[in-house]
């Protein structure tokens, strides 16, 4: 599938960066094709059978050992380094799932499969790391240890009480024989330009907080308000003291606190005993995301008091935790990207983006990084947020994901593998 590669062209250290940024640019094309492919045939969490099998075969092509129906459709790859007596092993990961979704992207690879679609770039996530595992198969002479490719089934919408892929494959042993140093995995983003990367220590997606909530008042006639407490004026008042606590916050922290769904009442003529409300929190400040149960508390409590309701208060911090990346594992990877993309394409996230991923099950055990591909190009289509029915992805795109991959798996190991 891949132009082949002979063993006189291998480069020393210092033309790593030349090396990878050349091959990452001539397996682009292919990279695109295997994007093209998965993307018009989606498959959603835990059926994701025909791009696990592509995967395994690209993996095993590549000379690599291989593992599949890790965690149900999971499919593991191992590339062995023979660049010294290096024990250490580094890990990629890239999920595999679509989304339950009907895809309108109207293009050839639009998806054949009613019902699903790739909305989210997974189909890029797994493009990018099959290239990348192509170029560092080439490159086995300069991998001081091993490199871990980690296909992930059903990242998406993980139903309550059910395993996510991730939880399924860690269970399952992936993070076993070799167990990894640290992970590393990236989500494309069309905030950034197509070619850049950009990365943070610390929280890269905030995770969740939800909240439930339940305001008991009296119910009366509307015709004797007296007799009554107005759960539904209690709410509205809840409500918008919510909105004024998000107001007094630091501007340079990004916040979404909000109340998506309220229930109460009988009838017209009654005034309404019961209010039930739940709401999403996502906070990008972890000091004032620990403080948020307590600050939500008191004010729900004092606007109830207030008119003489009682309420019930469920808040789940950490519903969906944050994917935090390292200090240490950040610097070596920005100084790699500085090797092959350069500075300019190499960007500073101001501040974690209001989402969640499964990546967290890896980086509560693992050190590594969570990284975001700019995917926007002149093509409007690329501007489109993710689970937008016609998102898609710039050329640029490929030879910036293949190569940060590339790169980053030789230096990390170069740097960190002699001292976990
Ligand atoms: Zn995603």
């Known amino acids: 599938m891949y132009g082949c590669l002979t063993m006189t062209s291998l480069p020393t250290s210092e033309l790593l960066p030349d090396f990878i940024r050349r091959r990452a640019r001539e397996v682009a094309d292919t990279v695109r094709k295997i994007r093209e492919d998965l993307h018009a045939h989606p498959e959603i969490r835990f059926q994701e059978h025909r791009t696990a099998a592509l995967c395994a075969t690209e993996l095993h092509r590549l000379g690599m050992e291989v593992r599949t129906g890790v965690g149900g459709t999971g499919v593991i790859g191992i590339l062995r380094g023979n660049a010294g007596d290096n024990p250490a092993a580094v890990a990629f990961r890239a999920e595999m799932d679509a989304l339950p979704m009907d895809d309108e ?16 770039g997974h189909d890029g996530h797994v493009a990018a790391l099959l290239g990348a595992a192509q170029i560092l198969s080439e490159l086995r002479h300069a991998i001081r240890g091993s490199v871990k490719f980690l296909f992930e089934p059903a990242e998406e919408m993980t139903p309550a009480g059910e395993k996510s892929g991730a939880q399924a494959m860690i269970e399952d042993g992936a993070l076993q024989d070799p167990e990894p140093i640290a992970v590393f995995g990236s989500h494309f983003y069309p905030e950034w330009p197509a070619g850049s990367i950009a990365l943070r220590a610390g929280p890269a997606f905030t995770g969740n907080d939800t909240v439930r909530l339940t305001i008991t008042g009296q119910e009366s006639h509307v015709a004797a308000p007296h007799a009554g407490i107005d759960a539904i004026n209690v709410a509205g008042h809840v409500i918008t003291a919510l909105q004024g606590l998000a107001a007094g916050f630091n501007i340079e922290e990004a916040v979404t606190m909000h109340f998506s769904k309220i229930s109460g009442g009988r009838m017209p003529n009654l ?9 999403t929190f996502r906070i990008s400040d972890e000091t004032l995301r620990n403080e948020m149960p307590d600050r939500f508390n008191a004010m729900v409590r004092g606007v109830c008091a207030a008119f003489g309701a009682k309420c019930e208060i469920d808040y789940r911090s950490r519903n969906l935790p944050p994917v935090i990346s390292t200090p240490r594992e950040v610097n070596i990877m920005r100084s790699a990207l500085h090797e092959t993309l350069g500075i300019d394409k190499t960007i500073e996230m101001r501040h974690p983006r209001l989402a969640a991923d499964t990546m967290f ?3 509560n055990r693992k050190p590594g990084v969570f ?4 995917v926007a190009g002149e093509d409007p289509a690329t501007h489109y947020p993710s689970h937008h029915q016609r998102f898609d992805i710039a050329p640029e795109t490929w030879p910036a994901s293949v190569s940060a991959i590339a790169i980053t798996a030789i230096r990390y190991l170069e740097q960190a593998g002699s001292k976990p």
């Open 105 to 120: 992207c109207g293009r050839p690879y639009q998806s054949v499969n009613p019902g699903a679609a790739h909305l989210c």
């Open 371 to 374: 990284y975001m591909v700019g």
């Open 271 to 279: 005034i309404a005993e019961r209010v039930d409300l739940e709401g």
């Open 361 to 363: 099950n890896w980086l």
